[in-house]
């Protein structure tokens, strides 16, 4: 089981990097249940020619994580092949975020620069653009006829029965 099939328990402490780190788990919760049980068939589904299909979606979420991942660690990371590696990758990839933002301090979090900017554009920019095509995935699968189970995010519980 993934850590994000439920939302972790809420941190301690609020501070800056705390905060971030929160959100980053909701991502993770989001994207963990948007992108749950999806089969390749319904992944390839697009509702037309030039708009993104689910697994595009999710290939793109990864490529906004990867540049808040190279925000703050000078490594890449290589965006796995096929869907469920890639899904597999990104909850991953959230995790890590997640855990490096827990416990970066004001000092660390100023010094963050996306695109020259600072700080203040990660959160209006990148992470909440994930939010939204998670949202996106959400309503392609409802399109498709292979709707997302319900969670709550509000309380950070799985789907009864899962």
Same mark, same amino acid.
């Given at each position: 089981?993934?850590?994000?099939?439920?939302?972790?328990?809420?941190?301690?402490?609020?501070?800056?990097?705390?905060?971030?780190?929160?959100?980053?788990? *909701? /991502?993770?919760?989001?994207?963990?249940?948007?992108? @749950?049980? &999806?089969?390749?068939?319904? #992944? +390839?589904?697009? $509702? !037309?020619?030039?708009?993104? *299909? /689910?697994?595009?979606?999710?290939?793109?979420?990864? @490529?906004? &994580?990867?540049?808040?991942? #190279? +925000?703050?660690? $000078? !490594?890449?990371?290589?965006?796995?092949?096929?869907?469920?590696?890639?899904?597999?990758?990104?909850?991953?990839?959230?995790?890590?975020?997640?855990?490096?933002?827990?416990?970066?301090?004001?000092?660390?979090?100023?010094?963050?620069?996306?695109?020259?900017?600072?700080?203040?554009?990660?959160?209006?920019?990148?992470?909440?653009?994930?939010?939204?095509?998670?949202?996106?995935?959400?309503?392609?699968?409802?399109?498709?006829?292979?709707?997302?189970?319900?969670?709550?995010?509000?309380?950070?519980?799985?789907?009864?029965?899962?």
């Amino acid at each position: 089981m993934n850590k994000y099939h439920t939302l972790p328990a809420s941190p301690e402490y609020i501070t800056a990097g705390t905060v971030i780190s929160r959100l980053l788990a *909701s /991502i993770g919760f989001r994207y963990y249940w948007a992108t @749950d049980e &999806l089969p390749e068939t319904v #992944a +390839a589904f697009q $509702p !037309e020619n030039d708009a993104r *299909s /689910i697994a595009e979606n999710m290939a793109h979420i990864w @490529d906004i &994580l990867q540049w808040v991942h #190279a +925000a703050i660690h $000078p !490594e890449t990371v290589a965006k796995p092949e096929g869907l469920h590696p890639l899904r597999t990758g990104t909850l991953a990839l959230i995790e890590t975020l997640e855990h490096s933002f827990s416990t970066m301090d004001v000092q660390t979090l100023a010094e963050i620069k996306l695109l020259k900017q600072p700080f203040w554009p990660l959160i209006n920019g990148p992470l909440s653009d994930v939010l939204t095509h998670i949202g996106q995935i959400a309503m392609l699968r409802r399109i498709a006829g292979f709707p997302v189970s319900n969670s709550d995010p509000f309380l950070g519980t799985p789907p009864p029965g899962k």
